[in-house]
């Protein structure tokens, strides 16, 4: 079975050449270009990468792929994103076939039927039409071109669905868990200042962000429900986090931006760039 690419051509390039290029623009604008990419398992653990276009924060995640190609560059990764679309399962995975971008196919890795019990449902459908993991492949292809990964998609969000799927995707240990989720999604009645933004958006977004910075996925979905933060994939991220809690010892925030850096309008989005090590 291969999946197509849904958002090529809108969230990202849709030809090879110009989707390169595309990537090249972003870690330009970011941390820099990668110098070299080192191969194996390194420190990192887990990610939290933001995905919406990547003229607007694709240059922030740039910051957490030049920090995985430094680290090391595992042979497998797993992409938990949320479900924007709502089709499908709670939870979730596609467990074989491949994922095709402009930049080729990435094939599913064999283990994942490892993760396929519990909460976690095999359901393509939830699948089909979702951007949040797919705009992460072509970074990693990128970087990489002989990987596998685990796509994982989130309907659910609560504290007890994240927690059961983080025991689950705990037993993958040699994988890289990447968190695909924006930060705050603010509409504001006119266009902002940037007082208004850091207000408004970063604020609330700095709460987030300390809970994960911490390692504590309990704490943040407390916070993200307290304080009312509209973190589209708080779920994953912190699936995320449960599934490396144990052996990771601390988090790094690389890069914090929002939409309003990029193009200032009356609807703006917090994005960030977080490795756990």
Same mark, same amino acid.
């Given at each position: 079975m291969i999946r197509k690419p849904v958002v090529a051509g809108h969230f990202y390039e849709g030809r090879k050449d110009a989707l390169m290029e595309g990537i090249r623009a972003c870690f330009e604008k970011g941390p820099g270009m990668v110098d070299e990419v080192r191969i194996g398992r390194g420190n990192i653990k887990g990610m939290v990468v933001p995905h919406a276009g990547y003229i607007y924060s694709g240059w922030v995640a740039a910051y957490a792929y030049h920090a995985l190609a430094e680290d090391g560059f595992p042979d497998k990764v797993i992409i938990l994103g949320p479900n924007h679309h709502g089709y499908g399962a709670s939870v979730a #995975?596609?467990?074989s076939g491949e994922w095709e971008t402009p930049l080729g196919r990435v094939k599913i890795a064999e283990d994942a039927v490892k993760l396929r019990? $519990? #909460?976690i449902e095999e359901d393509v459908i939830a699948h089909r039409y979702e951007h949040s993991i797919e705009v *992460? @492949?072509? =970074?990693? *292809? =990128? @970087?990489r071109g002989d990987f596998e990964f685990v796509p994982v998609c989130f309907s659910w969000q609560d504290l007890e669905t994240a927690m059961e799927a983080g025991g689950i995707l705990s037993d993958i240990e040699d994988a890289v868990i990447i968190a695909s989720s924006d930060f705050s999604h603010v509409n504001f009645s006119r266009v902002p200042t940037r007082q208004d933004v850091e207000e408004n958006v970063a604020e609330k977004d700095r709460i987030a962000i300390e809970e994960i910075l911490k390692i504590n996925p309990e704490g943040l979905i407390e916070k993200v429900e307290k304080n009312n933060i509209t973190m589209c994939g708080y779920g994953a991220v912190a699936a995320m986090l449960a599934a490396v809690k144990?052996? !990771?010892?601390? $988090?790094?925030?690389l890069k914090y931006a929002t939409s309003y850096d990029v193009e200032p309008g009356? %609807?703006? &989005? $917090? %994005? !960030?760039? #977080? &490795? #756990?090590?």
């Open positions: #995975i596609m467990s019990r $519990g #909460i *992460q @492949l072509p =970074f990693l *292809q =990128f @970087l144990k052996r !990771a010892k601390k $988090g790094r925030l009356s %609807y703006c &989005v $917090g %994005y !960030a760039a #977080i &490795v #756990i090590e």
